[in-house]
């Protein structure tokens, strides 16, 4: 099987009949292609991808099947142009393309370790027929996986960074593994490809003349320390893309500048000062710069901040509401995050961050009693209104739940001064509460908060209905629980009143991508329905609310939209946009 595989770097064609027909097939489709971007104003999504694929699908048939060396130059100019007319890919689309790509990395990866194992066992073996038998197997993977791999792995890797936000040039990390791919390309074709060849060709004849190992002079350490520098790039790129470090190039600063524009509410402000509050848990004080005034907030906000990489992440804040001077945010370091919050631990005082908001989306109910249930992190947003609370002599208690003391933020000053109102239950001293009995427990009319990890908002909202039907349940997320299944959407338009288009949403493609085909500068943030940020003004048509902003007595609202997951129920929804 192995065998009918062509050859990747031989000059000859395996079809050299089919090589004018596909040309022609792949001119024809580039042509219409052209035509249809050219002079249709807004074409059809699908005709385009359709073609678009036709094009991808026929220049890998021209340098794969026929075996045409142009082709898989082609190749690189056929696979972006493919992935800037699919646009933004989100969903299914996108996951199925990441996933291709790390499949296709994982075996490169595996491939070239193989071929490093082969050449070190073959640089130190002293029998020339089992030399000469490894670099014939080394030369069979060459021209046949290592060929396909290295160009699917890059061209899925172009897919991924053109269909979503990285770019390729936007940020360090990725431009570092387009970089590496590349380079491996080069030392391959151009030297390590001929080196293994002529390795293999005189053990061959060694082997066939009764020579030595010694003979082959410096070869063997040439191709094992060439295939393992190329192994080891490839550990490089796998690293890159789990760390993902490096920030913004200077081009992604400027798209990302030219992209989002100096927004009303983007507030300059500098670290004032950083320090650690719990294991894991670091404290920013943010300030102004020389006579400016911050907005002022409610207990329960929270604050978009631009980070030096132009990542947008949303923290509660805490603090004295009424202070102009300054905010107040804590960040858990989340090993398993995006990046956010390590960049977040890496920042010193003095560093320049851009803030926007205040947003309140989390703010206290008028209830004769409140309850407060945090886990981890989840305290922070209730420090404010605890203090408010407090303030008015209103009856409140808070139930604390957390990893271990050590890692639990700010327990000794709500222990100094709320005392018994603050119960304190670190997982490695104490059991799990009961919830049922909590929440049965509470006043009539309670209004319960409840912010923290997943699985304890999912058991607080399991737990109301039967243990606390007379209370009202209130939460903030840091993460989105999962999305509606996009198999259920039904398309439908929308209307942007202001500029009078009209724009269609398919099944499986949220409404603010659509939006943003016509406005790219639209407000957005996390694309998952928490922060709040694309909030639009609905004036017709009934919303589909999938987001996690609105609480449980407002999923009724039809003033308002979060695009960026919701839908429309109707055919039909006219936004402020």
Known sequence: MVGLLPPLVEGALRFPAARLPVWIAVALVSVGLALLLAFHPRPPRRPVLSLGWLLLVLTVVQAFVVGDLPALAGLYAAAPVLASLAGHLTGRPRKALVAAHIVAASCWTGVALMMSAIGVTALTSDDIEYVAGAYGLMETFDVTLLGWLN??????????????????????????????????????????????????????????????????????????????????????????????????????????????????????????????????????????????????????????????????RQYSLYGDPGDPDAY???????????????????????????????????????????????????????????????????????????????????????????GNRVTLLPSDAEPRPDLTALLRAAPPGVAVYCCGPQGLIDAVAAAMPGACPHGTLRVERFTAPGRADDATDRPFEAELARSGRIVRVPPGRSLLSAIQDVDPTVDHSCADGICGSCATRVLDGVPDHRDHVLQADERDRTDVIYPCVSRAKGDHIVLDA
Do not use: C, N
């Open 151 to 312: 160009f699917t792995t890059t061209l899925s890797g172009l897919g991924v960074a053109l269909t979503s936000p990285w770019g390729v040039l936007r940020h360090r990390w990725v431009a570092a593994k387009l970089t590496l791919s590349l380079l491996i390309l080069f030392l391959a074709f151009g030297w390590l490809h001929d080196t293994l060849e002529t390795a293999a060709q005189r053990a061959e004849h060694l082997a066939d003349t009764g020579g030595s190992t010694a003979s082959l002079g410096a070869d063997p350490a040439l191709v094992a320390a060439g295939f393992g520098f190329a192994f080891l790039q490839l550990v490089a790129a796998v690293l890159l893309s789990l760390y993902k470090p490096g920030g913004t190039t200077r081009r992604g600063r400027r798209h990302l500048a030219a992209r989002q524009g100096a927004r009303p509410g983007d507030l300059p402000v500098t670290v004032s000062d950083a320090r650690h509050v719990a294991d894991g848990v670091v404290a920013l004080t943010l300030r102004p710069d020389q006579g400016r005034r911050l907005p002022p907030w409610e207990p329960g906000a929270h604050l978009d901040v631009v980070l030096p990489s132009g990542r947008v």
């Open 328 to 418: 107040r945010i804590a960040v858990l370091r989340e090993e398993r995050g995006r990046g956010g919050s390590a960049e977040v631990h890496r920042l010193t005082i003095g560093a320049r961050l851009t803030v926007r908001g205040p947003r309140q989306h989390f703010p206290l109910a008028d209830a004769p009693a409140h309850l407060f249930i945090a886990g981890g992190i989840g305290i922070v947003p209730f420090l404010p209104m605890l203090r408010a609370l407090d303030a008015d002599g209103a009856d409140w208690s808070l139930v604390y739940r957390g990893r271990s003391l050590s890692r639990m933020a700010f327990t000794d000053a709500l222990t100094s001064q709320y």
